[in-house]
């Protein structure tokens, strides 16, 4: 498969491949094709023998803004049951090799599940981490209720949810959501050092473990995703939600009436 907006190395360092996304005007906002070749790219460094760890990551200024909104604007309810486009993210959640962030920039919304869906994540100084939906009238609709609430707690995780406001790499190191902070400038060798760590056990062993730790994570989520994902449908088929996104567009305040 020939990818257009992401650029892959299978033997980055050894054992180790590197998924780059690669829209950089559209701060790696995430299209449909985009995730489609993240999964399509995972998929093949997990059937490649000598790899043994995955990074994926961004540009300094943005790991992944979020969704595309541009692309999402207009559509209805129906429509996005239609894509389900939540398959393409559940085979992400099922590589079984390790994968790990490396984040710089702006982590938003779908960036931001998409890195919380990773194993670990290491980032720069620079990263802001944030679920800005609320803010177009959306909500997270690719585990970040769920997977957010479970890293940070209910209190930070509601205000995040409701309020959309950002946190820095500091605080999300303190709030236990990410592994590690470094200067920006080494933020991808810093996230090559935890890689070459994990690969330097055994595949087998690190395999199970991985497995081992997301059952203990995972409890209870299937049915929190499913719930969430009802409702973000309903989002949908709201006006507020073509307003929210419109707005965005159109560089101006969204104008809110609650239906
Ligand atoms: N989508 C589309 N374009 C985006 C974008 C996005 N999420 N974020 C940024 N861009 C574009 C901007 O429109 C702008 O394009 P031009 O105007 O130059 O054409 C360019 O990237 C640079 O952005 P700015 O000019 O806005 O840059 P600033 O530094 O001023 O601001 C910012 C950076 C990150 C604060 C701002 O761009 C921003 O607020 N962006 C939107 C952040 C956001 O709301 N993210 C959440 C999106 S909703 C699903 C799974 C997941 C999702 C949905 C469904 N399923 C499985 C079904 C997720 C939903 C979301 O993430």
């Known amino acids: 498969m020939q990818y257009e907006y992401i650029l892959t190395e299978a033997a980055y360092k050894p054992h180790i491949a590197l998924i780059q996304l690669n829209r950089p005007k559209e701060l790696n906002a995430l299209n449909l094709q985009l995730m489609q070749e993240i999964k399509h790219a995972l998929a093949t460094f997990d059937q490649i023998d000598d790899i043994r760890c995955i990074i994926i990551t961004g540009n300094e200024r943005a790991f992944a803004a979020g969704a595309d909104i541009k692309q999402m604007e207009n559509r209805t309810a129906i429509d996005m049951l239609k894509i389900d486009q939540f398959e393409t993210w559940d085979q992400i959640r099922k590589t079984r090799k390790p994968v790990i962030a490396a984040v710089s920039g702006f982590c938003l919304g779908g960036g931001c599940e998409l890195a919380m869906t990773c194993?670990?994540?290491?980032?720069?100084?620079?990263?802001?981490?944030?679920?800005?939906?609320?803010?177009?009238?959306?909500?997270?609709?690719?585990?970040?209720?769920?997977?957010?609430?479970?890293?940070?707690?209910?209190?930070?995780?509601?205000?995040?949810?409701?309020?959309?406001?950002?946190?820095?790499?500091?605080?999300?190191?303190?709030?236990?959501?990410?592994?590690?902070?470094?200067?920006?400038?080494?933020?991808?060798?810093?996230?090559?050092?935890?890689?070459?760590?994990?690969?330097?056990?055994?595949?087998?062993?690190?395999?199970?473990?991985?497995?081992?730790?997301?059952?203990?994570?995972?409890?209870?989520?299937?049915?929190?995703?499913?719930?969430?994902?009802?409702?973000?449908?309903?989002?949908?088929?709201?006006?507020?939600?073509?307003?929210?996104?419109?707005?965005?567009?159109?560089?101006?305040?969204?104008?809110?009436?609650?239906?």
């Open 119 to 259: 194993d670990m994540i290491v980032a720069s100084e620079t990263a802001k981490f944030g679920q800005p939906e609320i803010k177009l009238a959306i909500m997270p609709g690719a585990g970040g209720t769920q997977r957010l609430t479970k890293a940070v707690g209910k209190a930070l995780a509601m205000e995040m949810v409701l309020t959309g406001k950002f946190i820095t790499a500091e605080q999300a190191l303190d709030a236990g959501l990410i592994n590690r902070v470094v200067p920006e400038e080494l933020y991808l060798e810093e996230a090559v050092k935890l890689a070459s760590e994990v690969a330097a056990q055994s595949p087998v062993a690190v395999r199970l473990a991985k497995e081992s730790v997301l059952k203990a994570f995972d409890s209870g989520l299937q049915e929190g995703l499913y719930f969430e994902r009802k409702n973000f449908y309903m989002c949908f088929a709201s006006s507020d939600q073509k307003e929210g996104m419109n707005a965005f567009v159109e560089k101006r305040k969204p104008q809110f009436t609650g239906r």
